[in-house]
Every structure is written in structure tokens, then in C-alpha cells.
């Protein structure tokens, strides 16, 4: 494995280790995840410690909800404890990111359910990879009536919606898609939230020549 201290620093294991550790969160090059090492140790050691305790804490207690799929810290999170919400409304969505995002427009009172993932043919990911047989166990909640399906407007999340269209039609239930809104290429978790509402409100249903 490439390390990405300089040479001065080559025996220090711990180090190395922690640069390592960063460089695998998403965005966070070798310089960046250097950079974030060395302040934490220099000027924050207390940050640091709080850090490392909130990722074991959260690694160890985090789990899925056995409804939405979501991240949650009980069997079933909050929001699918939520009575006051509408039943028929299930909307699909591709990451826990992404649910927040819908979550901070304020204008969708249904239901979720969060893939944990997209198809990505050139990654290995195929739809049938989706976990399909828990989605539609959700599904078969006699009260859904409609699935909103908010996977992104890339190729993957196209992939994903024509996948989890066909199979969903064959439950007999409405399917309806984002709104263009969201621009070609855009994921909900960098779209702002005006945006992400009117697409959501301005669903539209899926016919048979819609992919």
C-alpha cells in the first residue's frame, strides 16, 4: 500500500494508519487526508479522541431500520414510527443522504425506503445486486399505493429506476418519478431544496414507454 507521509514520519505506524483512514472517506485525497491528520494531533487532540469514541459508538449501535432500511438506533427509526404520515406513499430512494435531502423540503409527509446502493453495471453492481426481496416485502403493505422512485438523474439511477419499475409494475402498483427539476447528472444530496420540493411535487407517472 502507497503511504502518504513524507519520509520523516515513515516509522510512525499510528500515523500512517490515521492518514490512511482518511483518504478513504469520499473526496478526501492524500494531501487533504494529511492535512487532517496533522491538525488533529497538533491542535486537537481532545477532537480527536471525541471523534474516534462518536465512529466506534455509532459503528457499534448504528443499525437498518426493519421498515425503511435506513440508519437508525432502534428497530425501527423514527420516521417510520411516525402514524401522522401518509400510507400510500412509499418513496425509494438510493442513500441515506438522499432521504435527508427530501426530508428538508417539508413537503413530502409519506413514507421511505433507502436501497443502500445503485445499480452500477461497470462497478460490478446489477440490479438484481438491490436487495430486491426486502423491498418488495415493504411493498406488500396492503396501504402503499403509490412508490415514488427519487434515485438520481444519473446513468446509474436511471438504471436503477427502470429496473425497480418493471418489477414494481408487476405488483400492481403506481409508480411515479422525480420531476426534472433535478438537473441531468444531479444527485439530491447537492441539489438545493427548493428544487428537490418542485420536483417531488411535480411527480409525474410512469407509462410504458417512459425508459
Known amino acids: 500500500m502507497t ?48 471523534l474516534g469514541q ?5 459503528v457499534a449501535e ?5 421498515r425503511c432500511n435506513n440508519f437508525c438506533h432502534s428497530q425501527v427509526c423514527s420516521i417510520c414510527s411516525d402514524t401522522r404520515r401518509n400510507p400510500g ?11 435527508a435531502a ?15 446502493g445503485r445499480a452500477s453495471p461497470l462497478d460490478g453492481v446489477h440490479p438484481e445486486s438491490l436487495d430486491w426481496p426486502k423491498l418488495s416485502e415493504r411493498l406488500g403493505d396492503e396501504s402503499v399505493s403509490e412508490v415514488i422512485l427519487a434515485t438520481n438523474f444519473t ?19 403506481k409508480v411515479s418519478r422525480l420531476a426534472r427539476g433535478v438537473p441531468l447528472g ?5 441539489t438545493d431544496p427548493s428544487t428537490v420540493a418542485r420536483a417531488l411535487l411535480d411527480r409525474r407517472q410512469l407509462g410504458n414507454n417512459d425508459f
Not at 186 to 190: D, K, M, P
Open 54 to 58: 462518536s465512529l466506534l459508538k455509532a
Open 89 to 99: 406513499l412509499l418513496c425509494v430512494v438510493e442513500t441515506p443522504a438522499d432521504l
Open 155 to 173: 446513468n446509474e439511477g436511471e438504471a436503477t429506476a427502470v429496473f425497480l419499475t418493471d418489477r414494481i409494475r408487476r405488483l400492481g402498483l
Open 62 to 66: 448504528i443499525q437498518h431500520c426493519a
Open 102 to 116: 427530501i426530508e428538508n423540503t417539508q413537503t413530502y409527509r409519506g413514507y421511505y425506503y433507502v436501497l443502500m
Open 3 to 50: 503511504r502518504s507521509v513524507p519520509d520523516a514520519f515513515e516509522g510512525l505506524d499510528p500515523l500512517v494508519d490515521l492518514v490512511q483512514a482518511f483518504k478513504r472517506l469520499p473526496g478526501v485525497g492524500p494531501k487533504s487526508a494529511q492535512r487532517l491528520a496533522f491538525h488533529l494531533l497538533q491542535n486537537d487532540r481532545q477532537a480527536a479522541t471525541a
Open 186 to 190: 444531479g444527485e439530491l444530496e447537492y
